[in-house]
């Protein structure tokens, strides 16, 4: 913690030599400060640069005075600069550290009248805590460089120094601000409306001998306070991000020791309780503290399967761990839940099948034959080093029938070896099928029990129990989940059959209450169902007058716009139904909803009862935008202007979004040629277009790149240097620029090209190098010359010609600028030219 390290590699004893030496480089320092023109921001970079090299590799003994070397206002904009861009492993600024260890410490400015400190300013102790929890040590540096404890300095966005330490964890300093009393312990961001005692959770520096929660609580924080979302700390400490259970109950014994009463089953925005949260995190212990603490099981509503958050599709068909985690996680969780009172219901053990559907948790009937990778000798070995408990082994475990592993393993002794037991030393081919089997294994149980009865239900209860529970025995729990799904559905033809129509409650005046919940809104997501067992819910809720919101703002209309139910729909715009109503939770407008989910007939229905095609969410992304930023779905695009067309209406295809960005800048930056291709033929306008900047790709795929390129300039967009540096930025992480010209190749975890698309990349990164190459040795080589050493360079080395001969262009535009007598410098030079046909080489 802060205030508690001593200072490695530092000696109150400096020898004759060192003091000279030292003696030379601060005279080197202020020779290299003079020698700039601080007004110049290259000019600072570049002494910034040599800076970090100098006290990196140069410095021992004493340390300098820097306020003899540079004012205030320079060392902190040197400060703010080397945090903001440091690329150091972990996070560990060696300048930061050497100008803490230099002794300088900051000092505030002065309001004229009063003479009092300023406290409204952003520092680099800000910029530090917006990275990542890898600047840690950092902080903890520039703390020892802002040590006015007096003064809480506050950013723009309302983060101040206290909220960074109680981030942070770190206590001494958390301790020293409240000593002062300057600072208030409830005190909010401006943006989230998080309080230090919300950052302290979040932050997950826990410590059980300095628990800055109960410093916090000392000093009169608001356990129950919750932020702009209405989460309390509570709620976030049973997030999926909390894995530890003994910080909630160090945070509840903390309470306890200062007299607070903690509200345990306080909502959030969304409606979710803490145990709500618990059970979606899949957290066991922490739902049997909260029940500890009094959590009121009789209100308590199971969560629904849109609740559960999201996770890596790739981590769920690869790791072992994850699946059993998830698996037992969840059933470890209604356990706990039903031990104390809790009676689960059909829908609630639908919402925990459609989980196990989801991420793939059932064993299919390929992995069930193929008994090899449980005879496999390697696999044998490793599985008999894996203890689920001291006296069962992976390997003894398998061959268990599921009733007889019931007996000898909880589902807690799952998650414990999900949590605890590494599993990358089975062979790798086996890792999906063990661990479905292991989910087949330990979930068996629970769909045995609600397959019975769906199984009694759905045969009109005439065959008898020991059969069904025969035919039951002999299914795999896929099957089973089907035979349950099968007696919902029938259910709803039951009540179809009887005649039952719903009804809504109503107010005083008897005008209908639309707030509410209803079978309909639970089968958001679940577009996997076929759209005529949506259609008997719709005879059941057929009033269209009425268009139910659940608490997420999703309505009956929405759901109709999303299974293409076009007769629903139409029934629902002759009511007056607003064609461009929101909903609430995902900013979603039922034509965006229509066209996702591929309806064209519900699309062409809506836009022609008044559905604005150009009508932009919250963020002023429209469906253009949406379409070439995140479904890069071609088919889906050409649908949407094909009904357009048909209607005669106009897509805004320049629409900019709040990020100013057009749908065709999407469409290049995700690399999407085709897209690009479509947005082009409809009129998108490349004489205003701006080629996206390097951090707006998050694709690295080289052949991509080089056909969007080729798509634009097919079209009359001259393709200029900057341009193909950035294409060539983005490809900095393969392999492909580590290879000579004529030996391109991608390893297999990164990207793979064949031969011709190797060649086209070589093409291109040759013709701009061999170009550039030129420009930098003024046109004296022959061409020849230059061919001959572009061929035997590497792409990261042509790469670097670019870059240089870029470089020097700006500088040419300068001077072209300031002969001119011009006030300004271009920010961008004349767009470099396409190199001559004579240079139109083929590599």
Known sequence: MYGNEEHEGLSDHVSDDDSDCNDMISAKLKRMRERIDWNVEEQRHDLLQQLCSLTIDWWTGSFPNLLDVFRREEIDWLLMTNVQNIAEPLGVSKFVKFVARSGYKDEPDLDEDSGKPLTRRTTALHRASRRDFWTCRMIIELFEIYDRFDVNYTDEFGLTHFHVACEYGLYDVVQKFLELGRVDPNCLEYVTGDSPLHLAVAGGFFDEEKQIYRLLLKSGADPNLANFNGMTPVHRLCRADHYSHEELKLFFESCDDVGRTVRVDARDKMGRTPLQLAVTSLMPVTVDVLLDRGADLAKFTFPAMCHFPEESQKECQCSINFKVQQASGLLACV?????????????????????????????????????????????????????????????????????????????????????????????????????????????????????????????????????????????????????????????????????????????????????????????????????????????????????????????????????????????????????????????????????????????????????????????????????????????????????????????????????????????????????????????????????????????????????????????????????????????????????????????????????????????FCGKWALNSFLELTRYQLPILCCELIIRNLMNEDLFHICSAAEDQSHEDSKKIVETNGAQCINKRPARARKAPQRLQIVW
């Not at 999900?418 to 999906?432: C, H, N, Q, R, T």
């Not at 779905?633 to 067309?645: A, N, P, R, S, T």
């Open 335 to 763: 356990e706990s839940l039903e031990r104390r009172g809790y009676r689960l219901d059909r829908d609630d053990a639908a919402t925990i099948m459609a989980f196990f559907a989801k991420y793939g948790l059932f064993e299919t009937t390929s992995n069930r034959d193929k008994y090899d990778w449980r005879d496999d000798a390697k696999f044998a070995e490793e599985a008999k080093k894996k203890m689920l408990t001291p006296d069962l082994s992976l390997h003894d475990l398998i061959p268990l029938r599921s009733a007889e592993a019931a007996k000898r393993l909880a589902y807690m002794d799952y998650v414990q070896f999900a949590e605890e037991e590494l599993v990358w030393s089975l062979p790798k081919g086996f890792y999906e099928a063990c661990a479905t089997h292991l989910c087949e294994k330990l979930s068996r149980g629970f769909f045995q029990r609600w397959a019975l009865d769906a199984l009694l239900e759905l045969t009109c209860q005439r065959l008898p129990i020991l059969c069904c529970d025969m035919v039951i025995e002999q299914l795999m729990i896929k099957d089973l989940w089907r035979i349950c799904l099968a007696a919902n559905k029938k259910l709803l033809d039951l009540l179809i059959d009887t005649g039952y129509k719903d009804e809504p409650d109503v107010d005083q005046d008897g005008k209908p209450l639309w707030r509410r919940s209803t079978a309909v809104h639970a089968i958001r997501g679940r577009y996997s169902l076929h759209e005529s067992v949506v259609h008997k819910l719709f005879k059941i809720y057929d009033r269209f007058d009425v268009n139910y919101t659940d608490e997420d703002g999703l309505t009956h209309f929405h759901v109709a716009c999303g299974y293409g139910l076009c007769d629903v729909v139409q029934k629902f715009l002759e009511l007056g139904q607003n064609p461009n109503l929101f909903e609430n939770c995902d900013s979603k407008s039922p034509l965006y909803i229509a066209v996702l989910s591929g309806h064209k007939d519900v699309a062409l229905l809506l836009l022609k009862n008044g559905a604005d095609p150009n009508l932009a969410n919250e963020l002023g992304s429209t469906i253009l935008h949406i379409l070439c930023n995140g479904y890069y779905d071609v088919e889906l695009l050409k649908m949407l202007f094909d009904i357009c067309d048909e209607l005669n209406q106009t897509l805004q295809i320049e629409a900019k979004d709040k990020f100013g960005r057009t749908p065709l800048q999407w469409a290049v930056a995700r690399l999407l040629p085709n897209i690009v291709d479509i947005l082009l033929y409809h009129g998108a306008d490349l004489a205003s277009f701006v080629f996206p900047a390097e951090s707006d790709f998050i694709s690295r795929i080289v052949p991509d790149a080089l056909l969007v390129a080729e798509h634009l300039e097919k079209r009359g967009y001259e393709l200029d240097r900057s341009d193909a540096l950035t294409i060539m930025k983005i490809s900095t992480r393969s392999t492909s620029l580590k290879k000579p010209l004529y030996r391109v190749k991608c390893s297999r975890n990164e990207f793979q090209m064949s031969s011709d698309e190797a060649k086209l990349f070589t093409a």
